[in-house]
């Protein structure tokens, strides 16, 4: 069997790119007509992987990696090879963007490549936990049940995150509004004070003059300000790659009150879920800190948790060991703890990781519940500095016409 990426033709003239897999160049022509696609192109995929910039990109979203895992959990639920499962939500007729990567993840299969190595290699955006956990169980022969575990998580992960955008759509829209509003103001309304001021001889209110000083500035320069930000944005991702920048950025948020408590609690929940993952895979505490290692991005965490895999390996236990990384709650510690005295150390694990995760989820809810009156306390406040740059000058002219004589 050979990969072959193609690109083809719908009836109605769309693009399609993607990867099958078939022996030889006819049958993956024979297979997209089957499809109803029109292919304009097909060629051999190169064995090995390819440079990360050359190499095509189909990032799923969240909901669509949720789909992908429920189906693939389904599949595999019902004893159906990986190979041929991954060919099955291929031809689903769902979203294209799943359809490729359930391609080119079978394409990589092909290739000898593990399912948690080809789906990595996809760049979906399959984050390094979830990588994690396929591969701890395609180690231990669970997959199904790691990946139905998986599909849960990211169920409830997009649950939570689409309440939350919920509950700012209606803040958000009323400061669009407001913003739009005051655009318009200053825009058109200030101009016309000015003239009429300007033919009275009269001063305007220093209010009034420093707002039509920055729009003034803001129309001439909008140009500059946007490619400014532009540069700002692309030097800050690239002073993000070397090492100690990022170590001085990430020790920057962790110090922040509420960003930084929530970094700790995602990171933990990641380390914990993964953890549980593992051992409930039937691996060893040694493979679960080692898998749960992979999925922190924080180097300082990184490092401490390298040191917990060297405090295994001497011989302490588990909940010893992870009183060395900060970044886990000292009660979790203490709930493995007890799973390691009744010999139900993944069970206890998956409970510190669910209290992580109700802690994470009641921050995230007292965020939202505060982020619609401190936004409209800003917006307000920008409001209320337009509109009275736009009436004292009103209310004077108003009271030089009343003034006698």
């Known amino acids: 069997m050979t990969a072959f990426r193609y690109t083809a033709y719908t009836a109605s003239g769309q693009r399609r790119r993607g990867t099958l897999v078939a022996e030889t160049r006819t049958q993956a022509n024979d297979q997209l ?35 992908f895992t429920r189906q693939l ?5 019902a004893d159906i090879a990986v190979d041929m499962a991954l060919e099955t939500v291929s031809s689903s007729g769902g979203s294209q963007r799943i359809e490729a990567v359930a391609n ?3 394409a990589a299969l092909q290739e000898g ?17 979830f990588l994690a956990a396929i591969a701890a169980g395609e180690t231990s022969g669970e997959l199904a049940r790691v990946v139905n575990e998986l ?4 169920e409830t992960a997009g649950q939570d995150q689409s309440r939350l955008a919920t509950a700012l759509i209606y803040p958000a829209f009323v400061a669009a509004v407001s913003l739009v509003v005051c655009a318009i103001l200053v825009t058109s309304v200030a101009p016309q004070l000015v003239t009429m001021f300007e033919a009275t001889g009269q001063p305007l209110p ?60 995602a990171a933990a929940l990641q380390y914990l879920r993964t953890l549980a993952l593992v051992i409930s895979s039937r691996q060893t505490a040694l493979d679960a800190v080692r898998s749960a290692e ?46 390691e005295q009744s010999a139900r150390v993944a069970p206890m694990a998956d409970r510190a990781a669910r209290l992580v995760a109700s802690w994470l989820e009641n921050d995230r809810k007292r965020i939202a519940a505060l982020m619609d009156p401190l936004l409209m306390m800003i917006v307000g406040s920008f409001v209320l500095v337009v509109v009275l740059a736009i009436l004292l000058p009103i209310f004077d002219l108003q009271a030089m016409v009343a003034a006698p004589g």
């Open 33 to 67: 007509r089957a499809k109803g696609l029109f292919p304009a192109e097909i060629e051999a995929r190169a064995a090995g992987r390819r440079i990360a910039f050359l190499r095509p990109r189909t990032v799923l979203s969240a909901d669509e990696r949720a789909v």
């Open 73 to 77: 959990e389904v599949l595999l639920s």
């Open 104 to 106: 080119a993840a079978r």
């Open 113 to 129: 490549e593990s399912l948690s190595r080809a789906l990595g290699d996809s760049d979906a955006g399959f984050p390094p936990y």
């Open 151 to 154: 599909a849960h998580h990211l």
């Open 206 to 265: 220093g209010i009034t003059l420093r707002l039509l000083a920055v729009s003034d500035w803001l129309q001439a320069n909008w140009l500059a300000c946007l490619v400014a930000v532009i540069v700002a944005g692309t030097a800050a991702r690239l002073a993000l790659r070397v090492p100690r920048l990022r170590d001085r950025w990430d020790g920057f948020r962790l110090s922040l009150p509420i960003a930084g408590r929530l970094i700790r609690n």
């Open 294 to 339: 992979r999925v922190l991005t924080i180097r300082r965490f990184q490092r401490e948790a390298a040191e917990v895999s060297v405090a295994l390996q001497r011989g302490e236990s588990l909940s010893r060991a992870l009183a060395q990384l900060t970044v886990i709650p000292p009660v979790c510690c203490q709930l493995i703890g007890a799973g």
